[in-house]
């Protein structure tokens, strides 16, 4: 969708005005001033005018998906790659995944058309808690457990407090649970890394007080009006 209409259909002002408005630079598409007027609006921009973020007037939808291994969070894939929107079969709104989880990861992600509220959980300032299962090689003394908690050099950054937790062990490996308020690219697997017991699987299983639950693998679900109100206040 072409910017200007976009701009329209939020009902801020007309196309005309719309592209007076970006060629006065008031006009940021994912945090950069755009003034191209045919800019082509796509699924996973944030678009803010005068600094004020903006949605179309489509229908806002919110869903979960429990996405599994081996998909690509984004909208389309340059290499050909399946991604998590091949898996939304019947939802012709134009979402677009809030946040992301790498290929090897499988678990919890919410899908909007709702820019403003993406923008909103990906801000660095809401530190949203975000809950895994780890399966980690070896066995967790208390003393590398701790670490995990009070923060761990991941390679120049030093984590922030989080909470984990020996779920139980398996054969030679320890299930964790791990919950984090930051989003650091590979974080959790760079944190176990770090502390000598390396991720062999990891699933994301809440975000805040969204829960994966029981959704099968692949599958997904519409968020109800609690868990959406919940969202735009965290």
Same mark, same amino acid.
């Given at each position: ?37 045919? /800019?082509? %609006?796509?699924?996973? !921009? ?8 903006? #949605?179309?007037?489509? *229908? +806002?939808? &919110? ?32 979402? /677009?995944? %809030?946040?992301?989880? !790498? ?8 899908? #909007?058309?709702?820019? *403003? +509220?993406? &923008? ?48 139980? #062990? ?65």
């Amino acid at each position: 969708m072409r910017l200007n209409k976009y701009i329209a259909q939020a009902g801020l002002a007309s196309r005309r005005e719309a592209d007076r408005l970006t060629s006065e630079g008031k006009v940021t598409v994912n945090g950069a001033v755009c003034t191209e007027l045919g /800019y082509d %609006v796509k699924d996973d !921009d944030v678009v803010a005018v005068d600094g004020r973020v903006i #949605t179309s007037s489509e *229908k +806002l939808v &919110y869903y979960a998906l429990n996405k599994p291994v081996g998909f690509i969070t984004t909208v389309s894939d340059e290499q050909g790659r399946p991604t998590v929107m091949d898996l939304m079969t019947d939802v012709t709104a134009r979402i /677009y995944p %809030v946040g992301r989880l !790498d290929g090897n990861t499988s678990g919890l992600l919410i899908l #909007t058309n709702d820019g *403003k +509220l993406a &923008y909103h959980i990906a801000h660095p300032s809401q530190k949203v808690w975000k809950r895994y299962l780890a399966l980690v090689t070896g066995q967790l003394s208390m003393a590398e457990l701790n670490r995990l908690k009070t923060g761990v050099d991941i390679g120049g950054y030093t984590t922030k407090p989080a909470r984990a937790e020996v779920v139980k #062990t398996i054969g030679r490996n320890t299930l964790l649970q791990i919950e984090i308020s930051e989003g650091k690219n590979h974080q959790v697997r760079n944190m176990c890394k770090a502390v000598g017991h390396p991720v062999l699987e990891l699933q994301r299983t809440a975000i805040g007080q969204i829960q994966l639950g029981h959704l099968h693998e692949g599958g997904y679900r519409k968020l109800t009006p609690k868990e959406i109100e919940y969202l735009k206040k965290c």
